[in-house]
Every structure is written in C-alpha cells, then in structure tokens.
Nanobody, 122 residues
Framework: QVQLVESGGGLVQAGGSLRLSCAASGRTFNVRGVGWFRQGPGKEREFVVVTRWTADSTAYADSVKGRFTMFKDYAKNTVSLQMNSLKPEDTAVYYC???????????????WGQGTQVTVSS
C-alpha cells in the first residue's frame, strides 16, 4: 500500500499562485507513475500532470501547460505542483495519485490522496 497526504490549496484571486504538495509513504518502491488530477464542480475528473517517478518524463494537460510545474523530491518522497497565473476555470478539488503503471488515465491509478480544494475567484 501507498499512502498519499496532500497539503496546500485554498482561495486565490485570478492571476495568483498556489503550491500543492503530496507526501508519499509505504511501499513507494512499486510506484511508476505519479500525477495530479482535478475535478471541478459538475465535471469529470481530469488529468492535470503526470510524471514517471524514476525518470525525467513529465506531461501536462494543454489547459495548464506553461502555468503549472510539477516538482519531485526523491529524498522526501514528495511531489509538488506549483500553479501560477491561476484562472477561475482552475477551480477544482485537486488529487495526488500514484500508480504501479504510467498513465494519463485517472482510472489506472491505485492510490489517492484525500483531495484539496483550490478556488480561484475572478
């Protein structure tokens, strides 16, 4: 099992920044893919960014490319998501997820954080 604990999130005005963090513990040696997904009000869960945990390969959704950056800290088993130039349409619950596979599809991820609310006001 892998446990994921998220922190960060909150309320910010459009154009502002927030940083989310996700700390992993447990059987992390099995992890191959780590990602952030989000689910806005009345919307389906969607891919934001995924990375290969042990390789330099990260993919971003077109909607966040150039604004969001994912960081990995192997020493602390932590990933962070720096979100800049936030827009009202970025409002969602953000989830950190981990998988024994590398995938863009949220349904392929076995382990999930509790979710953290990000609200961007216009």
């Amino acid at each position: 099992q892998v446990q994921l604990v998220e922190s960060g999130g909150g309320l910010v005005q459009a154009g502002g920044s927030l940083r989310l963090s996700c700390a992993a513990s447990g059987r992390t040696f099995n992890v191959r893919g780590v990602g952030w997904f989000r689910q806005g009000p009345g919307k389906e869960r969607e891919f934001v960014v995924v990375t290969r945990w042990t390789a330099d390969s990260t993919a971003y959704a077109d909607s966040v490319k150039g604004r969001f950056t994912m960081f990995k800290d192997y020493a602390k088993n932590t990933v962070s998501l720096q979100m800049n130039s936030l827009k009202p349409e970025d409002t969602a619950v953000y989830y950190c997820a981990a998988s024994t596979a590398y995938s863009y599809n949220w349904s392929d991820y076995e382990y999930w954080g509790q979710g953290t609310q990000v609200t961007v006001s216009s």
